[in-house]
């Protein structure tokens, strides 16, 4: 079982940055990966993912130009770079995964990815 953990979560103002990192358990990391969040009271919209090859990279609109989704494969780590944050961008941030390759329409899909993290609170303050 793949464990992932998120961390760089917290609490910003409007206009600042904040770079969440989540670290998967399993070397050899051949996983693609993907970020999604949730509000209170909302469902968990897809926020960013990476395909298996960090070669491609997709984002949800909300984010786009904003969020940068990456991976370091020798450390086995995730990272979503947020720049320009929002009010709007304050949730839950979840890390998940899933052996193989995704397309620009399962990335978008929660049940794609077999392996969730805890998440980790993002707040960003007017």
């Known amino acids: 079982q793949v464990q992932l953990v998120e961390s760089g979560g917290g609490l910003v103002q409007a206009g600042g940055s904040l770079r969440l990192s989540c670290a998967a358990s399993?070397?050899?990391?051949?996983?693609?990966m993907a970020w999604f969040r949730q509000a209170p009271g909302k469902e968990q919209e897809f926020v960013g993912g990476?395909?298996?090859?960090?070669?491609?990279?997709y984002y949800g609109d909300s984010v786009k130009g904003r969020f940068t989704i990456s991976r370091d494969r020798a450390q086995n780590r995730a990272y979503l770079q947020m720049n320009s944050l929002k009010p709007e961008d304050s949730a839950v941030y979840y890390c998940?995964?899933?052996?193989?390759?995704?397309?620009?329409?399962?990335?978008?899909?929660?049940?794609?990815?077999?392996?969730w993290g805890q998440g980790t609170q993002v707040t960003v303050s007017s």
């Open positions: 399993e070397r050899n990391f051949v996983f693609s």
């Open positions: 990476i395909n298996w090859n960090g070669e491609t990279m």
């Open positions: 998940t995964a899933r052996r193989g390759t995704v397309d620009a329409e399962s990335v978008r899909v929660k049940a794609t990815f077999d392996y």
